[in-house]
């Protein structure tokens, strides 16, 4: 798993997550459980990591 550091959107926190490993797998699951859908996204990066895109505090919706 790495956080990534983003300029210019400082309301996001970006994390990868490496499928391959059993337990980033869970951990990205359990990530994306504990925040609201609204308040998340997920983007595939290839077959074997993802990237999660979390906007606390509404963000999201604040972008849109």
Do not use: C
């Not at 996204?41 to 972008?63: K, M, N, Q, R, S």
């Amino acid at each position: 798993m790495a956080i990534i550091p983003n300029r210019g959107t400082e309301h996001t926190v970006w994390v990868v997550y490496d499928l391959r490993d059993p337990d980033q797998w869970e951990q990205a699951r359990e990530d994306r459980q504990s925040w609201a859908k609204g308040l998340s996204e997920v983007h595939t990066l290839d077959v074997d990591h993802i990237l999660i895109a979390f906007y606390p505090g509404g963000a999201l919706e604040a972008a849109a």
